[in-house]
């Protein structure tokens, strides 16, 4: 399985930005995906993820209410819209996808992960 992220850049604090990571090689619709940010010097920490129906979603509550997860399964593509921007949601972000099917446990495929970063 092969994950590519896209859609990082630098912007301003309040801009948006949307994160894409188009999946490749694997199975896409009966799978959970999910969205990780690692910050320079710190450990990768998860964003927001996503089970396969896009019933269950989950956001860690740092991002809660700007941030908002979703998958296409026609384009085997998730996404990460990332709105009202702060300097310290600066980070490389991760897309991944879940171990077992339908719910998300733990990462079993990581993307190469695409650079955000956020000027005040």
Known sequence: VQLQASGGGLVQAGASLRLSCVASGGPFSTYAWAWFGQAPGKEREFVASISSSGESIYYADSVKGRFTISRDNAKN????????????????????????????????????????????
């Open 77 to 120: 593509t998730v996404y990460l819209q990332m709105n009202n921007l702060k300097p310290e949601d600066t980070a490389v972000y991760y897309c991944a996808r879940s171990a077992q099917p339908v719910w998300w446990d733990t990462a079993r495929y990581w993307g190469q992960g695409t650079l955000v970063t956020v000027s005040s």
